[in-house]
């Protein structure tokens, strides 16, 4: 299984996006594939950025999408990293983030823990905090 991070389905859906033919080249293999699909976390994104928010699920399923369902194992691994990550920003001197998790957070846990790929073009914080899941980049 391929995970599709945000800004891949964004990018498809976007014939003017500079990542278009990338993102739906990405999608329409990994759909023939292994597999293509998007945690719940992805479809909240997509839908609170989308004018038609009911509209969403349906066209990514169009797409030959899955949706996936976040397994309860990704809290612990999302909050272990997620709490590295305040670590590293507090210590530089960044501003303060949300104290929630960030989506591609739980994207990337879920992909760690699943033992699934992520296609995406937002490569550097995957690889910096999920060493060990494989990324599908432009």
């Given at each position: ?66 949706v996936?369902d ?53 490569q ?15």
């Open positions: 299984m391929i995970l599709l991070d945000t800004n891949v389905v964004v990018d498809a859906l976007d014939t003017k996006q500079v990542h278009h033919a990338w993102s739906k080249k990405q999608i329409e293999d990994a759909v023939v594939g292994e597999g293509g699909g998007i945690s719940v976390v992805t479809l909240a994104e997509l839908c609170a950025g989308a004018r038609n928010p009911e509209d969403v699920e349906p066209e990514v399923k169009r797409l030959g999408i899955t996936h976040v397994p309860s194992a990704v809290a612990v691994v999302c909050g272990k990293i997620y709490r590295r990550y305040l670590t590293a920003r507090r210590d530089s001197g960044g501003s303060v983030p949300p104290k929630m998790p960030l989506p591609d957070f739980f994207i990337g846990a879920q992909a760690e823990i699943m033992g699934w790929k992520i296609a995406t073009r937002d550097e914080r995957f690889r910096k905090y999920f060493p060990k899941v494989a990324l599908v980049t432009p």
